[in-house]
């Protein structure tokens, strides 16, 4: 009886050693800066609040190809018991891919945060329904950076700013759609603005005919282009603010931003989000349906998206907008920071004019349309 209550001694002993710890395995697509923020940030963070848990950190390369190294590991573990990956952040087109194909768990109903996400992005993934399996890490977003100085009253819809463009030549510069996302997402912003229904095209279904009706506004496009500046590239629009080349362009926000507070950009540069609206993108936290450690999981991804976390780490550290709604973050960040990422474009207005790109067949159509009536 004794030798089997030491047994019982050692093997309670031993299941409360780090020998016995729980991994949680994360795997990121996309840069190394979010690769090295689930390690270096949230990793620690979550082992702290759940001691015996090992956090560890996976890249798989930035852009949709590390999301499709996800979702081929992910799919070629369909039939076994379990996968590698507890956690996966990843692109929107993988995302809806892997949801058809159930490789993800439904997992949002059990995460307080989720409630908090107004983004339709979390319902909608380029066309693909993923109501349940997603909620967005962050919110990259497209916005028109103009000089304070020279405009004092920037253009509030894209019909203002047609109309500025005309009566103030080659003030206003973006790349086109082949330098960088920035130009892409503002003809879009535009067929949206001009083109009919922008939520059919975010939403779907796919009608070939619908580009037919787009051409009055490629047109009017082709005419706007002519008294606008094509820069070389994401960076180049920036540049060209910068040295004051143009007065207005769409940027990346959080690229606006890092270049303000690098001095690569003077502090009378300010943003604004246009009506009806500008793309942007998220990138998303999701459960693999073959994880053994799914409560883990949840939690970890509950922490992520937390206000105090989404305030200090992805507004802060990287100056995205939080996958959250932002409202959820007034009184978590300091003024400073608040004033700095919601002045000039409010919660509100990222509410109601933060689109989504479309879905993939009417993209590749505007890509397509503007190659044939707008460039040539």
């Known amino acids: 009886m004794r ?3 030491i047994a019982c001694s050692l093997a309670a002993l031993i299941a409360a050693s780090p020998l016995a710890a729980q991994t949680l395995n994360v795997a990121t697509a996309g840069d190394q800066n979010m690769v090295d923020y689930v390690k270096d940030y949230l990793g620690p963070m979550f082992e702290k609040s759940h001691p015996g848990v090992k956090v560890v950190s996976v890249g798989t390369g930035p852009g949709d190809a590390g999301s499709q190294k996800i979702y081929e590991k992910l799919d ?3 039939a076994g018991n379990a996968t590698d990956f507890d956690v996966v952040v990843i692109h929107q087109k993988a995302a809806g891919t892997m949801v058809k194909e159930g490789l993800l768990a439904k997992y949002t109903d059990k995460v307080e945060t989720a409630k908090m996400v107004s983004s339709e992005a979390a319902k909608n993934s380029l066309g693909s329904d993923v109501s349940g399996f997603v909620i967005p890490m962050f919110q990259s977003q497209t916005a028109l950076a103009y000089n304070a100085d020279l405009l004092k009253t920037p253009p509030n819809t894209f019909a203002e700013l047609k109309d500025w ?4 030549p080659k003030q206003f510069g973006y790349n086109g759609i082949k330098g960088g996302m920035s130009g892409v997402a503002f003809v879009t912003g535009w067929v949206y603005a001009f083109g009919g229904d922008a939520d059919k095209l975010i939403k779907g ?3 070939p005919a619908v580009k037919a ?3 009055k506004a490629l047109g009017e496009l082709k005419d706007f282009n002519k008294n606008v500046v094509i820069t070389p590239g994401n960076a180049g629009t920036l540049d060209m603010l910068n040295r004051g080349e143009i007065a207005m362009g769409p940027v990346w926000v959080d690229m606006f931003y890092s270049w303000q507070a690098d001095g690569k950009l003077p502090p009378n540069m300010k943003l ?3 009506a009806p609206g500008m793309p942007g993108q998220p990138m998303y936290y999701a459960v693999p349906d073959k994880t053994a450690n799914r409560k883990l999981a949840e939690e970890f991804i509950a922490l992520a ?3 105090q976390v989404q305030a200090d780490g992805i507004v802060k550290k990287f100056n995205w907008y939080p996958g959250i709604d932002a409202k959820n973050l007034e009184g978590k960040l300091d003024q400073a920071a608040w004033n700095k990422l919601f002045t ?7 509410s109601a004019k933060a689109k989504s790109f479309p879905i993939a067949p009417y993209f590749n159509d505007i890509l397509e349309s503007y190659e044939k009536k707008v460039a040539n």
């Open 3 to 5: 030798i089997l209550s």
């Open 76 to 78: 070629a573990q369909k």
């Open 165 to 168: 463009v005309a009566k103030n």
């Open 205 to 207: 279904p796919y009608d």
């Open 213 to 215: 009706g787009w051409d």
């Open 272 to 274: 604004k989000l246009a």
């Open 305 to 307: 998206t937390s206000p």
């Open 344 to 350: 000039d474009i409010t919660p509100a207005d990222l």
